[in-house]
């Protein structure tokens, strides 16, 4: 048998059973690329000459098992012709594999994403091993394509299309124990006894699992009412012109058994459609604030929090949640209780079907009204009251009792790091690590470097923010920095159209139909009408304009949104009360997107951020700026170099209105 092969090693066992491990040459993690794929192809000509009894794969990565498609071969969307060839590439292969003679299992550990669950599926079984590493899933809706390697015809036939719809729809994982509930793996193992568990299930005989009645009605007859359901979904959260893919798997599934080649018109669309290449950018984006804090060994263990208050308190439940041992400290134990009872919340909700690891994450999270652990812990955050002289007392203090080479981070929004960095013997070590609110679900986190930030404390900075896993983003000392200095002008054009007697509801539903995930209405209210006055004046240094007639009417009486009740909205439950939007001006999305779209071209230019890609991505990341655009700095070249931009509704629009 040939052995010439970079990515693939063959191990023949006795009984005539076969080890095929995936081991991608100069990579850390598997993906299928074009010649990996290939390869395959070539073993299993190979493995035809002689049968085995069995075929395993599985992968020689520590990293985990497959990560999909290499996302770096999606440049050939660009064409029809290259998006069917990459289709075609896995579709053919899969149902090879799919078809062999002798049985096949696929042995998953770590991630198994996209194109490496549709090679998982082709398998007659697979073992998952159950450890918090091993995620299934199919994301290709988040890079604007679908599943075409045969993800959309096996995972409705495997677990049932209502499952399967979800998953792909959404490209949320699923993790080993869930995988083996939903049927999509035939077994749930532990390491230590992997290797067994699959040699005896490949060897075993067992016939496929069969798909139980009521889903096989699912996946044939009542297709069309499943795919109604799905596609209401869909329609509550993505509209079609802006994410065609989450409806063309719902098409290709129903009409085409999940087979996108027949789909050959609708794939043409999608694979070629800007949104797929906005979305293959946001892709890489993100990998380049995950790369930032890599070139520094720095790892934290201990994480000192002062400030228990909603950002201080969140700020400590994550770092706990995320592994580290945390000490947060407050004026008195009851400031700081409150903040446990959320975190236990957190914990139980990210936990949910394990417990003990619920509780350790609570253990790692100390209470320390006296502030003993700064002087152990390896980053301290400053999270208390927006007060310059506090915060200046704090960190005198603080410098005499940190390890030398502990980070000292403020989380401040506004104040400049300059003014409280005066405070310090050694003003170097002082940086910013400025958290968004609600913390837990806002991805970004701005590593901010002042005039006089040593570039060390900043990269350290960026390696603990990449260890609790958030996507850091260095920016440099400015009002506002990136986020808020955007969302600002953003906010305040929206209050103005309130001010002229446009409906909230019309303003926010004009927003979310350009894309945005929220309102900017509702945002204000979410945020808290005290913080947005706050911000305003920073922002404009006091001066300048007076702030929204309505904002400052509404913060004057108390009403404070969500968390008083009410703001320009009403709430009730945590939801914000609306009545119907009633008709959208045109051109309202733009009049109040112009500003944030200019607030980041001057952050470019002023140097704020290094570059409009970063840009980009902080706005996405940290605001949920449209993703489909590929950003604003993005979305301002779509509209520069064409003239046009696809408008709201499908049809075109000339820009500058
Ligand atoms: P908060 O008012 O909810 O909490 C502040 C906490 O700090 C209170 O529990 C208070 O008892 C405590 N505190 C005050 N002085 C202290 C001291 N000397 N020692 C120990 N504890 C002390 O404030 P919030 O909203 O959490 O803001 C904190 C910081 O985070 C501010 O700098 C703010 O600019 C920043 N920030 C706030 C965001 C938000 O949306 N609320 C978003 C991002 C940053």
């Known amino acids: 048998m040939s052995t010439s092969y970079r990515h693939w090693r063959i191990e023949r066992e006795a009984e005539g059973l076969v080890w095929l491990w995936f081991d991608k040459a100069d990579a850390g993690t598997n993906t299928l690329s074009a010649e990996a794929l290939g390869e395959f192809d070539r073993v299993l000509t190979a493995l035809e000459q002689a049968p085995p009894a069995g075929l395993i794969i599985a992968s020689a990565k520590t990293a985990g098992f497959v990560a999909g498609a290499d996302v770096r071969e999606f440049s050939e969307l660009d064409s029809a012709a290259g998006a069917r060839a990459l289709i075609e590439r896995g579709w053919h292969i899969f149902n090879r594999l799919a078809g062999v003679s002798y049985p096949t299992l696929a042995l998953i550990r770590g991630h198994c994403l996209g194109g490496g669950l549709e090679l998982a599926l082709a398998c007659r079984y697979r073992v998952v091993v159950d450890e918090p590493v091993t995620k299934l899933a199919l994301p290709e809706v988040m890079l604007g394509i679908v599943p075409g390697w045969g993800g959309m015809k096996r995972l409705p036939a495997t677990i049932g299309p209502a499952a399967a719809l979800d998953l792909m729809l959404t490209g949320k994982s699923v993790d080993a124990k869930k995988a083996r509930r939903l049927g999509l793996a035939d077994e749930c193992v532990p390491p230590r006894v992997m290797d067994k568990a699959a040699r005896t299930l490949v060897l075993s005989g067992r016939p496929r699992r069969a798909l139980p009645f009521m889903h096989r009605l699912m996946n044939g007859p009542l297709k069309g009412l499943v795919a109604k359901k799905a596609r209401a ?98 004026q008195s134990v009851e400031r700081i209780a409150p903040a446990i009872a959320r975190a236990a919340k957190l914990f139980d909700r990210k936990f949910r079907n394990d417990r003990r690891q619920a509780r350790f994450a609570l253990d790692r999270l100390i209470p320390d009204p006296q502030g003993h652990g700064a002087s152990r812990a390896d980053v301290i955050i400053e999270a208390i009251f927006e007060d310059l002289e506090a915060k200046r007392a704090l960190f005198a203090d603080l410098e005499r009792r940190a390890r030398p080479h502990a980070v000292l981070a403020s989380n401040t929004s506004s104040l400049r790091l300059e003014d409280i960095a005066v405070a310090l ?77 446009i409906a909230a509801e019309t303003i926010d539903a004009a927003l979310e139909a350009f894309g945005m995930p929220i309102g900017p209405v509702e945002l204000v209210d979410t945020v808290g009408l005290d913080i947005a006055m706050a911000a305003g004046k920073a922002l404009t240094g006091g001066a300048a304009d007076q702030p929204p007639r309505r904002l400052a009417e509404l913060h004057g009486s108390g009403r404070l949104g969500r968390k008083s009740g009410e703001g320009f909205y009403r709430w009730i439950d945590g939801k914000a009360q609306k009545s119907t939007q009633g008709e959208i001006p045109a051109g309202l999305a733009e009049r109040i997107i112009e500003p944030l779209l200019e607030a980041t071209r001057r952050c470019v230019e002023e140097g704020v951020v290094d570059d409009g890609d970063l840009a980009d991505a902080g706005v996405i990341f940290g605001t949920g700026f449209a993703p489909f655009t590929g950003g604003p700095m993005n979305y301002l070249r779509m509209r520069g170099a064409d003239g046009e931009i696809p408008a709201i509704d499908g049809a075109r629009i000339a820009p500058n209105h």
């Open 425 to 501: 013997q050694d003003p170097a070590r002082l940086v910013g690590i400025h958290f968004f609110n609600p913390v837990a679900m806002l991805p970004l986190v701005e590593v901010v470097s002042g005039a006089r930030s040593d570039a060390l404390m900043v990269r350290k900075a960026m390696a603990f923010v990449r260890g609790i896993d958030k996507l850091p983003l260095p920016v440099r000392s400015a009002p506002g920095f990136l986020v808020n200095a955007v969302l600002g002008p953003y906010m305040l054009a929206a209050l103005r159209c309130v001010d002229e007697g």
């Open 233 to 330: 979904q869909v329609a509550a959260r993505a509209r079609s012109e802006h994410y065609p893919a989450p409806y063309a798997i719902i098409d290709t599934w129903l009409e085409h058994d999940g087979n996108a080649l027949a789909a050959e018109r609708q794939m043409a669309t999608i694979f070629g459609s800007p949104t797929a290449k906005n979305l293959v950018r946001v892709f890489f984006l993100q990998e380049r604030l995950k790369g930032f804090g890599k070139d520094c060994d720095f790892a934290a263990r201990r994480v000192h929090v002062i400030g228990a208050g909603v950002m201080g308190g969140d700020i400590a439940a994550w770092c706990a949640l995320r592994g580290m041992t945390v000490t947060l400290q407050d």
